[in-house]
């Protein structure tokens, strides 16, 4: 089956500083997305990707959609404490629409 | 977006029992699904819950020990039976919004088996 692969798996970073996640895929996705987990909850979506090369911002969140459709990342800008949690892509093809590949995750946390 | 219920929120139950959890929207939905998330990995899709007919499992799950039911649009029930303590896990279920890409998840049932 397709497999995502996520990176990094965790990340400490300073209040302030910016992030960067990727994920990738030897497998072709139509749809590209990036969900938060915070502890004790299911994940909440937080971008939504359709289109090869689409750069989608929500808030201090930009997510892209890789040329190749085999890739996407995700960047926070001026991280907060409340950013901390588990950030997982998401891949879905056309013939499994609604049924998502969840990358592994990557855990992260804010320093004050 | 719909919001999601799960009943129970977290159970300890012993091994060889069976427990079910709810799963309730506050609207109609088409797709609904159920995931499981062990201690510290990522989810793992274990079915679609079709309404008025079986569910749609994934490779590696069975319908004798995730029996799903789904009698109407805003709720469905994952039984998990027999249990063993590698079941213990998160279970979530989700729905999809307007998009059938973009799911939306239940706050999860925390089970820990002994």
């Known amino acids: 089956g397709q497999q995502l692969n996520q990176s990094p798996q965790s990340m400490f970073i300073q209040e302030g500083e910016d992030v960067s996640m990727n994920c990738t895929s030897s497998s072709i996705f139509n749809t590209w997305l990036w969900y938060k987990q915070d502890p004790g909850e299911g994940p909440v979506l937080l971008i939504a990707l359709y289109k090869a090369g689409e750069l989608t911002s929500n808030g201090r969140l930009t997510a892209q959609f890789g040329i190749t459709r085999k890739d996407s990342f995700l960047n926070i800008s001026a991280s907060i404490p409340s950013d901390v949690g588990i950030y997982f892509c998401?891949?879905?093809?056309?013939?499994?629409?609604?049924?998502?590949?969840f990358g592994d995750g990557t855990t992260l946390t804010v320093k004050p | 977006s719909a919001v999601i219920s799960q009943k129970p929120s977290r159970d300890i139950c012993q091994r060889g029992t069976s427990l079910t959890i709810q799963c309730q929207v506050d609207s109609q939905v088409t797709m609904m699904f159920w995931y499981r998330q062990q201690p510290g990995q990522s989810l793992t899709l274990i079915a679609t819950a079709n309404q008025g007919s079986e569910a749609t499992y994934e490779s590696g799950f069975v319908i004798d020990k995730f029996p799903i039911s789904r009698p109407n649009l805003t709720f469905s029930t994952l039984t998990v039976s027999n249990m063993s303590p590698e079941d213990s896990s998160i279970y979530l279920c989700s729905v999809t919004g307007t998009s059938f890409s973009e799911q939306y998840f239940g706050p999860g049932t925390r089970l820990t088996v002994t």
């Open positions: 998401a891949g879905e093809t056309s013939t499994n629409a609604g049924k998502s590949t």
